[in-house]
């Protein structure tokens, strides 16, 4: 205790320093005055009286550094000198301190910007009480280790299994028609279907009202109560606590409002945020599958489960259990669990598996931290010229007896400084960054329910920065400050040039050059690649029309529309928009290709096609549409027909494949005329009346999938999109589709109207660019910073051979000889750059096919492209200064210093 | 950044303590004289340590000091000790006893003893 109140008292000294000092003056002298006297009265000569005491009292400069060593705290004092000394040697140089400051900062604010990302995606805990607790449990296939559970499966595994403190389970989230009074025209919010015991297993408290009670999800249909999200409530309802026992609409039925959820818990997906939370049992209000009965069949599966580990219960035993479980249901439900298992994920295994935009993440990552090398190198090739040129002062401060380690501690106080300064200005980029990321929402996010991009500079993403920037502070200061404190004192002494240059210190600048150059060059290639990637996808088309369409869409649910009423309303909306002029054809489409929101998956068997016996069915995607689709989006059948107005509820079933589909079932025969059966092999025989043509589907860099379209009037789904053909302008046709719509029912809300090629280029053009932009810029910035530093080495040793070069010249060198003799050590060292580059080029690409494009195949053009022109470059870096040295009188060199 | 706490400054430190626990509050000058006194050489030629001594046992709270006049009616810094530092001084009179006396066992003790 003793010690630590001293350390508060030397710390509280270090301000009031100079009135100590004063005060031990008088101490002293009044000490020595009181000695004197006595020796005086001795009988001794005031002279030798005064003497006397001073040789009594004795040392008295060592006795104040004992004084003050003990009064203040002198590491700190010596560090605050460092500080201020190294304030002002870095104020010395202005042009160099700014650019260290902003080539760290770019590193820094790369990198930053990057971890937010891959935190956002993968690492950051769910905004919920102990989140290390939720597992996600989900159902396996051949075809999928990411599967949903069906609602009586989650209702088995929530009472059957012990491993758990509480199972809950969620519904994707979905559109909603809201409106807060009867009257209104509901408009379009994303509402949650949770389970009763979703708020309380969380362990999430409302800020208001209640969450959901377990006997309000027990009976379907009962319990119309709803859980506000917490930005709803405030947008919606000015954050009026007087909301709770309101009557609201959703999907036409009154809600009545209990809760708000809290701030802390914008919900558990990572893009979206849902705006209200509904019991499960309230399933038939809103959109399930049609086809199927949501509480009873155990293959609708449309359940999100996940569960609160029991302190003490380890992932294995969870897993185990399930395990079992699954195997269960495998036996007494063969039918639809045939192959079926169960798999329990860690949050950290969840977000990986659960899609691929976290490889996004990484990927960025990585370049981000080849940029922060490569400022970091440069940085360090920079202070280690500095710090050569500093030889003399250095050599001088060692001789009058300073400790390496003080110079050393002196250097990298310095060296922390800039990296400080470049931390800080990192942060502004980081957050300039993510900030430009959030202002791209609206092209990342088409669909009208509520989601964000979830990178923010929180406290994790500020601690990592302060951590790259101690990082880099130590990566680019400790090798040039332990090399200059390395000095030969006697060499040293004697000339500013005193470094004789061995092999070793060379080697240091050259591997940072060729670092650099092989960086950007990866970088480069890899920003190249991607915009190539991206082109030929653009180049190879989607394989349908996209100009002159108008899209809008219904959901006639939202007016409480039965499926027959939504079935009525599609055929006359077809009819008379069939009547409109202007109009060259029209199609209902259950989704849009390149839309927002992902297709339908629909399980089957092939007919004739040798399947292994462990296997229940197929997968493919699948949408449904109407008969005027296919000559509407302009897709050519290959074969056979398109639909028909006679494929009505009572004609055979039939389907229309695209033809990768054809050829990956029956790769010989024609595929016209066979028959699927849906979901197993006792199910539902469809034939395959015709073939279309393969067409992008979901994304432009897609590979070719296969693809399934049914009838709208065979396969009911409630909500639709209309997609109208125009001879001139499609936007023109807005108010004839409004027209159309309120003379069949006034009441229904039309949904998202815009023309198709606005959406395509936000989603197929504007999304992938925002990634182009981002590593272009990566290497844009490499490319930059290895300039820079190639410049500035080939600056210094020009500098440093000045005098050398002037007695070459004056010995009958020509001024291209010199040149020749600068350069040559550049072209070698951009040409070793380029061959490593060349490879990690490579290698990267092979990684990038693999984890994005899959292109395959190596792109030549990129390299042809790329290479000469970063090599011409840097030379230009490496000749403006050779140059200089070859216009070198000889006179002026020789007598240079 | 060192501090020195060999037995030198140790010592000293309690002799400081004793010398204001008997004759009450002190100048820098007496205390030093006081030691001198009683302890012979031991400060004989270097009076000046007493007053790093002096700051730290202030800083750990054991003694005050405050301005006053000396008797040649010169400013002068006086120390007291305060309770604080009574209790650290007889604790460690209560040490250096029992220390002291070990020691002397040991310096006593011949081989005969031992065996």
Not at chain 1, 307 to 317: S, V
Not at chain 1, 473 to 482: D, Y
Not at chain 1, 586 to 592: D, F, G, K, R
Request: with cysteine.
């Amino acid at each position: 205790m003793n010690s630590l109140r001293r350390f508060f008292a030397r710390l509280a000294n270090l301000a009031t320093r100079r009135g100590q000092d004063e005060r031990l003056k008088e101490e002293i002298e009044g000490h020595i005055a009181l000695q004197t006297e006595e020796n005086l009265r001795a009988g001794l000569s005031p002279v030798e009286a005064r003497r006397q005491a001073m040789l009594k009292f004795g040392g008295v400069e060592a006795m104040k550094q004992d004084y003050r060593a003990a009064h203040g705290l002198l590491f700190v004092e010596n560090w605050v000198q460092d500080v201020r000394f190294a304030i002002r040697s870095l104020r010395r140089t202005p042009g160099l301190t700014a650019f260290v400051v902003i080539t760290l900062a770019l590193g820094i604010g790369m990198t930053s910007a990057t971890f937010s990302m891959v935190d956002g995606l993968i690492f950051r805990p769910y905004p919920v009480p102990h989140p290390n607790g939720v597992v996600t449990l989900v159902s396996t296939t051949h075809d999928s280790s990411f599967d949903d559970f069906s609602y009586r499966e989650y209702m088995d595994i929530r009472d059957k299994t012990k491993s758990y403190e509480g199972v809950i389970a969620y519904a994707d989230m979905e559109a909603v028609g809201f409106s807060a009074e009867p009257a209104v025209m509901p408009r379009i919010k994303g509402g949650m279907m949770v389970t009763g015991n979703y708020f309380h297993v969380l362990g999430v408290e409302p800020r208001l009202g209640r969450g959901f009670r377990e006997d309000e999800d027990q009976v379907p249909g009962r319990d119309a109560v709803v859980v506000l999200g917490p930005a709803f409530w405030r947008h919606e309802f000015a954050s009026d606590p007087s909301v709770l026992g309101r009557r609201i609409r959703l999907n036409g039925t009154e809600f009545t409002v209990i809760g708000v959820a809290p701030d802390t818990f914008p919900g558990l997906l990572t893009f979206g945020h849902p705006d209200f939370y509904m019991p499960l049992a309230m399933a038939r209000v809103f959109s399930t599958n049609l086809q199927k009965n949501f509480f009873e069949d155990r293959d609708d599966r449309e359940l999100n489960v996940k569960a609160r580990l029991k302190p003490g219960t380890t992932l294995q035993q969870a897993q185990d259990e399930l395990a079992v479980l699954a195997k269960n249901f495998e036996d007494e439900y063969p039918k639809v669990n045939r192959s079926r298992g169960a798999a329990v994920y860690t949050q950290f295994e969840t977000r990986t598996r659960e899609d691929d935009n976290w490889k996004f993440g990484v990927i960025f990552v990585i370049l981000a931290l080849a940029v922060l090398l490569v400022a970091c190198t440069n940085v360090a090739g920079l202070l280690l010229s500095r710090a050569r040129a500093r030889t003399r002062e250095i050599a001088v401060r060692l001789a009058l007896g300073a400790g390496r380690f003080r110079l050393i501690r002196l250097l990298l106080t310095e060296s922390l400084i800039l990296a400080a300064l470049g931390g800080l200005a990192g942060i502004a980029i980081g957050y300039g960054v993510i900030e430009w990321f959030h202002s791209k929402e609206s092209i990342v996010f088409t669909n009208e329910l509520p989601a964000s991009i979830p990178f923010h500079m929180d406290t994790r993403i500020l601690l990592v920065s302060l951590a790259l920037s101690l990082l880099s502070a130590i990566l680019c200061g400790l090798a040039p400050t332990l090399q200059s404190t390395r000095v030969d004192l006697v060499n040293g002494l004697k000339s500013a040039e005193g470094d004789v240059p061995g092999r070793k210190r060379l080697w240091g600048r050259n591997v940072l050059v060729v670092a650099q150059v092989s960086t950007s060059l990866m970088l480069l290639t890899a920003s190249f690649l991607m915009a190539r990637g991206f082109q030929h996808s653009l180049l190879d088309g989607t394989g349908f029309a996209k100009d002159h369409l108008l899209m809008t869409s219904f959901d006639p649910r939202l007016i409480q529309y039965n499926t027959a009423q939504s079935q009525q309303f599609y055929k006359l909306l077809a009819e008379r928009m069939r009547e409109t002029p202007g109009i060259q054809s029209e199609a209902l489409t259950q989704n849009i290709p390149l839309g927002p929101d992902g297709f339908d998956g629909v399980a089957f068997v092939p007919d004739g096609f040798q399947m292994a016996p462990d296997r229940e069915n197929f997968n493919s995607t699948m949408d449904t549409v109407d008969e005027g689709y296919f000559v509407t989006m302009g897709i050519p059948i290959l074969r056979g027909r398109g639909f028909l107005t006679s494929d009505t509820t009572d004609a055979p079933r039939v389907a229309v494949v695209n033809e990768r589909f054809a050829n990956h079932y029956w790769p010989t025969g024609d595929a016209v005329g066979k028959h699927i059966r849906l979901d197993s092999r006792a199910g539902t025989s469809v034939e395959i009346v015709g073939i279309a043509q393969t067409i992008k589907y979901q994304s432009t860099m897609e590979k070719p999938m296969d693809f399934l379209y049914m009838p709208l009037a065979q396969h009911p789904v409630a909500r639709m999109y209309l997609m109208l053909r125009s001879s001139g302008d499609p936007l023109q046709l807005v108010q004839p589709v409004k027209d159309v719509v309120r003379s069949i029912d006034p009441n229904l809300p039309i949904l998202q109207t815009r023309a198709y090629e606005d959406l395509y280029v936000n989603q197929a053009v504007k999304g992938p660019l925002i990634a182009i932009d981002l590593v272009g810029a990566m290497g844009g910035v490499g490319l930059l910073l290895a300039i820079a530093g190639l410049y500035g080495l080939v600056a210094y040793n020009v500098s440093r051979r000045t005098r050398e070069i002037g007695i070459r010249m004056a010995l009958g060198a020509a001024s291209s000889d010199v040149l020749r003799l600068v350069m040559g050590k550049g072209i070698m060292l951009v040409g070793i750059g380029t061959v490593i580059g060349l490879a990690m080029g490579f290698a990267l690409e092979q990684l990038m096919n693999s984890m994005l494009f899959n292109a395959g195949g190596v792109d030549i053009l990129a390299y042809v492209v790329v290479v000469p022109s970063m090599f011409l470059v840097t030379m230009l870096a490496a000749y403006v200064p050779a140059r200089r040295a070859s216009k070198i009188a000889p006179t002026q060199a020789l007598r240079y210093e | 950044m060192k501090e020195k706490t060999d037995v030198l400054q140790g010592t000293l430190a309690l002799m400081v303590l004793k010398t204001l626990d008997v004759l009450g509050s002190l100048h820098g000058y007496g205390i030093a004289r006081r030691i001198e006194q009683i302890s012979g050489n031991l400060l004989a030629v270097n009076q000046g340590t007493l007053y790093p001594v002096l700051l730290k046992l202030e800083q750990e709270g054991a003694i005050a000091s405050e301005w006053g006049a000396s008797e040649n009616n010169r400013r002068a810094r006086f120390y007291r000790l305060t309770r604080e530092g009574r209790k650290q001084l007889r604790a460690e009179t209560q040490d250096w006893e029992q220390t002291a006396a070990i020691i002397g066992r040991f310096f006593q003790a011949k081989a005969e003893d031992l065996s």
